[in-house]
C-alpha cells in the first residue's frame, strides 16, 4: 500500500513493544532464520536504501535468538540503515549461532548496522554467548560493533554490550565494543566483549566516548588500538 507507514520508512510513527519475542521459535511461519534487517538498503545507493525512519520502543522487552548469516546488503544487524530514528528501551540477544558471515565493505552491530542523520540509540543493551564473526575480504573497511557497525551524526546513550567480536581476513576492519567508527556521540555506555580485529577499541574503534567503561577481558589488534 503507498500509504503504509513502510513505505516511508515508519517515519512518524512509533512502534512499541508489549512482550518479549524469540526470532528463534520453531512456530514462527518462516523457514530461513537468518534476519533480514529493519530497514535494509546500502548506504549511498538512493535505489538501493529502504531505510527506518521511526521510532522503535522495546518498553524494557527483549528481542532473542537472531542470527544473520547471509544477506544481500551491506548494513546488517536487527535494523540494517537507520536515518532519523529513534532506538529506546530494547533489549537484544543473539542465537547461538549469533551473525557470522563474510563482509565486504559494511557494516554490522546487533543493533543496528548503520545509523546516520540524527538516529539514537538509548537505554539498549546487547548479549549472547555466541560471538559476530565477520570475514572481510580484500577491498574496503569492514565496520563492526557491540551494538551498532557505524554511528555518522547520530548518538548512543546509556547502553551495554557483553557480545564477543571477531573480524578476520585481508580487508580492512574498524571494531568497538559498543561502536566501531562514530564522528557523533557515545556516553554512559559498558562494553565487556572479548575483541579481534585490525583497528579496536574497547568501546569505539575510532571516535571519543565519554564516561564510558570498557572491562573488556581481551582486546586483539594487527593495526593499532582504539578506544
Not at 12 to 20: K, S
Not at 52 to 63: M, V
Amino acid at each position: 500500500l503507498p500509504h503504509a507507514p513502510a513505505a516511508t520508512g515508519f517515519e512518524n510513527c512509533t512502534v512499541t513493544l508489549d512482550q518479549d519475542i524469540d526470532l528463534a521459535d520453531a512456530t514462527l511461519p518462516v523457514t530461513d532464520k537468518s534476519w533480514i534487517p529493519i530497514g535494509g538498503g546500502i548506504p549511498f545507493n538512493s535505489s538501493s536504501i529502504h531505510s527506518f525512519k521511526g521510532t522503535f520502543n522495546g518498553n524494557g522487552y527483549l528481542i532473542k535468538g537472531l542470527t544473520i548469516t547471509s544477506n544481500a546488503n551491506t548494513s546488517v544487524g536487527l535494523f540494517g540503515y537507520t536515518e532519523g530514528a529513534q532506538i529506546l528501551n530494547l533489549g537484544v540477544e543473539l542465537s547461538a549461532t549469533g551473525i557470522e558471515m563474510e563482509l565486504q565493505g559494511g557494516y554490522a552491530g546487533a543493533l543496528a548496522g548503520y545509523m546516520t542523520t540524527a538516529s539514537s540509540i538509548e537505554n539498549c543493551y546487547t548479549t549472547g554467548s555466541k560471538a559476530i564473526t565477520i570475514i572481510s575480504p580484500t577491498g574496503g573497511t569492514t565496520y563492526v560493533g557491540g551494538i551498532a557497525g557505524k554511528c555518522d551524526q547520530s548518538n548512543i546513550k546509556n547502553c551495554y554490550s557483553t557480545i564477543d567480536i571477531t573480524v578476520t581476513g585481508v580487508g580492512g576492519s574498524q571494531v568497538g565494543g559498543i561502536i566501531s567508527s562514530t564522528n557523533a556521540s557515545i556516553t554512559n555506555c559498558l562494553a565487556t566483549g572479548v575483541l579481534e580485529g585490525k583497528t579496536v577499541g574497547g568501546i569505539a574503534g575510532s571516535g571519543i566516548p565519554t564516561s564510558c567503561l570498557a572491562l573488556n577481558p581481551t582486546i586483539k589488534y594487527t593495526t593499532r588500538d582504539g578506544y
